[in-house]
């Protein structure tokens, strides 16, 4: 990767990306053997300027701030540069902060940047341990001009919209989908892998009934999966996520899609009587209507809890998209006392680091 900051900054654990897919690769092979024993696919990232994502905290040395990461040891190693960020943000880092630099009401007690990037578009996070003030909106706005990004302000009980907080993207799958993604909110790091993902599912899979898709954050796969099926009732706790979603299906003119602000446990709860819940009466939503063949999951690291892996071995098809392969392990040791796996597809969502992202496709035994 030819990066100067490797081995001081913990962001990145190797520089070679050809070595560090190999051992990836055999990890998951030796760790899934007894699971599956045809060809896991695998698929690749860029090797540079992927991640459309990006958090650094800034160090405050006199009256110089520079840019950091926390290392291995949880100590904080000053940086000038990103190579795995998008080429936007890797150009924007250093003019932006030459012109925080510059002025003390926007660089005092400034704690963190963060920034997020689509094709189009740059929303850009600046945290501080103080509250802003009128002086500090005035110059904010200059430096979104300048930059034509747009800028929030945080502190402590305090949120500051310049203009807005959200990002607009594109993912073009044959058909373009188009998604708002809101500041705070979660959102796939790399879009190349995300794409990757995305299309990996949809050749997997072919149904003419009905999709439940548990943890369906702003609608990432959501959308698309709609084209596959009849009608599809999606489910996340996240009021941000939630809010994005919402937006998502209107931008998009789809009408087969029904999205509610649920946990997975709960919506385990709701499909099973043990409570009923006002969310699904207020939008008219009969669990009960539903002819569901397939449920979807992309859980975060900490995996299914034992209800939602009781729920998944009720459908016909599961989709398992899985950041963890320690809690994938430990799942698919249930899931496969009644299903049985038909694909399997290692995603490099996050290289040089040691995290796997995984896609798996079951199907139920005797149909």
């Not at 302000?153 to 807005?164: A, D, F, H, P, T």
């Not at 999709?211 to 959501?222: D, Q």
């Amino acid at each position: 990767m030819d990066c100067k900051h490797f081995g001081s900054c913990g962001s990145c654990k190797y520089d070679n990306y050809e070595e560090q897919f190999q051992l990836k690769k055999e990890k998951i092979n030796i760790e899934f053997k007894n699971f599956f024993n045809e060809e896991i696919e695998t698929f690749t990232s860029p090797k540079l300027h992927f991640r459309s994502r990006g958090e650094f905290r800034i160090f405050h040395n006199d009256s110089e701030i520079s840019y950091a990461m926390f290392n291995e040891n949880k100590k904080l190693v000053l940086i000038n540069e990103c190579k795995i960020v998008t080429k936007s943000i890797s150009e924007l880092m250093p003019k932006i902060l030459n012109e925080l630099q510059k002025n003390e009401i926007l660089n005092f007690k400034l704690f963190g940047i963060e920034f997020l990037n689509s094709v189009d578009d740059m929303l850009v996070t600046l945290i501080y341990h103080r509250k802003l003030e009128d002086d500090w909106i005035e110059l904010a706005k200059e430096l979104e001009l300048k930059f034509n990004i747009n800028i929030i302000g945080r502190s402590k009980k305090q949120k500051i919209i310049l203009s807005k907080d959200f990002i607009n993207s594109e993912l073009n799958l044959g058909k373009t989908f188009k998604y708002k993604f809101y500041e705070g909110g979660f959102t796939q790091p790399n879009s190349y892998i995300n794409k990757s993902m995305i299309e990996w599912v949809l050749s997997s899979i072919n149904s003419n009934r009905d999709l439940l898709e548990l943890y369906c954050g702003a609608g990432n796969f959501t959308l698309p999966l709609s084209t596959k099926f009849n009608r599809v009732l999606a489910t996340e706790i996240s009021k941000t996520s939630i809010k994005s979603a919402l937006e998502n299906v209107k931008l998009n003119s789809i009408n087969n899609i029904d999205f509610i602000r649920l946990s997975a446990e709960e919506f385990v709860e709701a499909i099973n009587g043990v409570r009923e819940f006002n969310r699904l009466k207020e939008k008219n939503i009969d669990l009960n209507s539903y002819n569901f063949s397939t449920i979807f999951l992309d859980p975060p690291r900490a995996g299914l809890n034992y209800t939602t892996r009781d729920l998944a071995k009720n459908y016909e098809n599961i989709i398992y998209i899985s950041c963890n392969p320690i809690t994938l392990k430990r799942d698919l040791t249930e899931l496969l006392k009644t299903h049985s796996i038909q694909k399997f597809a290692m995603f490099d969502q996050f290289p040089y680091t040691n995290h796997i992202e995984s896609g798996i496709i079951l199907k139920i035994n005797n149909l």
